[in-house]
């Protein structure tokens, strides 16, 4: 069993920047792989980034060069720094994680970017 905690999402300007984490209830080492997902409002749940318990690194063409997905394994946290933020980036994230062929979900974090 894991539990995921996402925060640090809000309202940012475009072009602003925000770094949302993922607290998990256990050692992130022992779970396989860790991704962000979003979720525009009328759209289906896609793949932001994914980073491997080996560091390897993974995202979508649309945030690469943008989005940074980083983990602490001290802290069992994972984050995602997301900047140049775009009015289409605006969604609720959510954290997932894939451990003992069981994926787990984190309840989201609202981002909106608008002036």
């Known amino acids: 069993q894991v539990q995921l905690v996402e925060s640090g999402g809000g309202l940012v300007q475009p072009g602003g920047s925000l770094r949302l984490s993922c607290a998990a209830s256990?050692?992130?080492?022992?779970?396989?792989?860790m991704s962000w997902y979003r979720q525009a409002p009328g759209k289906e749940r896609e793949l932001v980034a994914v980073?491997?318990?080996?560091?390897?690194?993974n995202y979508a063409d649309s945030v690469t060069g943008r989005f940074t997905i980083f983990k602490d394994n001290a802290k069992n946290t994972v984050y995602l720094q997301m900047n140049s933020l775009k009015p289409e980036d605006k969604a609720v994230y959510y954290c997932?994680?894939?451990?003992?062929?069981?994926?787990?979900w984190g309840q989201g974090t609202k981002v909106t970017v608008s002036s």
């Open positions: 997932a994680g894939k451990a003992g062929g069981l994926s787990y």
């Open positions: 256990r050692n992130i080492l022992s779970i396989y792989a």
């Open positions: 980073i491997a318990n080996v560091g390897s690194t």
